[in-house]
């Protein structure tokens, strides 16, 4: 089992509708969740970060985490065709100095 | 937040030779890492790129093949040698700041294309 599983997609979806983006991940070390947005021929940008469990909010961006259930998501609130990109989720321990473990990423299309 | 670059930002290579990558970033950071992301994959942790020191490598990737050098706290280059078509990849350089996890970037990558 990988550390970190992410549905790779592709997902397409109308504008404006709401996207869950989801990642399992095995190792209960995991303190530190992030997504990142990577647009075709780009590096990723970071986009949301959370501290252990719980929501967070930004704009039209939430990220949830479940450490009970290993289990983190990103919600898209009336996704726009800018937000079309690949989101990356990604995670580390409790140490600050500590390599990422990356999903293998999710493709999202919205469709104007 | 730190601005990376990259050098070169795309090549095309002959199976065989080598192709060195710089990252140069506008500040200095405390930590400096080189990931791979080949097609249709994650990115896969390299090496951490040290400072004045060897680099520290990841399960199935040796010094060898992907020399490593950090002469100060804002460079890092990355060879891949002896290339073969598997290396074609994108090559991407990541900094964090202030060794808090949320501040690690990317940079905009390489992509390599090796015949």
């Known amino acids: 089992q990988k550390e970190v599983e992410q549905d790779p997609g592709p997902l397409s979806v109308p504008e404006g509708a709401i996207v869950s983006l989801n990642c399992t991940y095995s190792?209960?070390?995991?303190?530190?969740f992030m997504w990142y947005r990577q647009y075709s021929r780009k590096g990723p940008e970071l986009l949301m970060y959370?501290?252990?469990?719980g929501n967070k909010e930004d704009g039209r961006f939430t990220a949830q985490v479940d450490k009970s259930s290993k289990y983190i998501s990103l919600f898209i609130r009336d996704s726009q065709p800018s937000d079309s990109a690949t989101y990356l989720c990604?995670?580390?321990?409790?140490?600050?100095?500590?390599?990422?473990?990356f999903g293998k990423g999710t493709r999202l299309s919205v469709i104007a | 937040s730190a601005v990376i670059s990259q050098k070169p930002s795309r090549d095309i290579c002959q199976r065989g030779t080598s192709l060195t990558i710089q990252c140069q970033v506008d500040?200095?950071?405390?930590?400096m890492f080189w990931y791979r992301q080949q097609p249709g994959q994650s990115l896969t942790l390299i090496a951490t790129?040290?400072?004045?020191?060897?680099?520290?490598?990841e399960s199935g990737f040796v010094i060898d093949k992907f020399p490593i050098s950090r002469p100060n706290l804002t460079f890092s280059t990355l060879t891949v040698s002896n290339l073969s078509p598997e290396d074609s990849s994108i090559y991407l350089c990541?900094?964090?700041?202030?060794?808090?996890?949320?501040?690690?970037?990317f940079g905009p990558g390489t992509r390599l294309t090796v015949l």
């Open positions: 990604a995670m580390t321990d409790n140490s600050g100095n500590t390599p990422l473990v």
């Open positions: 959370t501290y252990s469990s």
């Open positions: 790129a040290n400072q004045g020191s060897e680099a520290t490598y």
């Open positions: 990541s900094v964090v700041q202030d060794r808090v996890a949320d501040t690690q970037y």
């Open positions: 500040s200095q950071v405390t930590m």
């Open positions: 190792n209960s070390a995991f303190q530190y």
